[in-house]
């Protein structure tokens, strides 16, 4: 069982940065991939970024350059740096876990089995 807590969520100005973290249990932690997701209002949750058990990254278009995904296996954390935010941006971020394996490109469509309950990330324009 791998239980996951969100934080680091607010508002922010469009241009500004936030670092969401997202802390895991477990003693498997390094063995997850480990991704981020969001859910804008009005819309289907997103695949944002994801970190494999070997930290191969996988990022979601919209984000790249300006969103970075890292893990501290130590401190059985992932994070989010997000840099030059945008309005479109603002969602509500879940972090979730996984076991991966195959092509990096799987690890946006994969199953996760694992979900934390959320942060909030507001971006004023």
């Known amino acids: 069982q791998v239980q996951l807590v969100e934080s680091g969520g607010g508002l922010v100005q469009a241009g500004g940065s936030l670092r969401l973290s997202c802390a895991a249990s477990?003693?498997?932690?390094?063995?997850?991939?480990m991704a981020w997701f969001r859910q804008a209002p009005g819309k289907e949750r997103e695949f944002v970024t994801a970190?494999?058990?070997?930290?191969?990254?996988y990022y979601e278009d919209s984000v790249k350059g300006r969103f970075t995904i890292s893990r501290d296996n130590a401190k059985n954390t992932v994070f989010l740096q997000m840099n030059t935010l945008k309005p479109e941006d603002t969602a509500v971020y879940y972090c979730?876990?996984?076991?991966?394996?195959?092509?990096?490109?799987?690890?946006?469509?994969?199953?996760?089995?694992?979900w934390g309950q959320g942060t909030q990330v507001t971006v004023s324009s």
């Open positions: 979730a876990a996984g076991r991966h394996s195959g092509l990096l490109k799987t690890i946006a469509t994969m199953p996760y089995g694992y």
């Open positions: 477990g003693r498997t932690f390094s063995s997850y991939a």
């Open positions: 970190i494999s058990w070997n930290d191969n990254i």
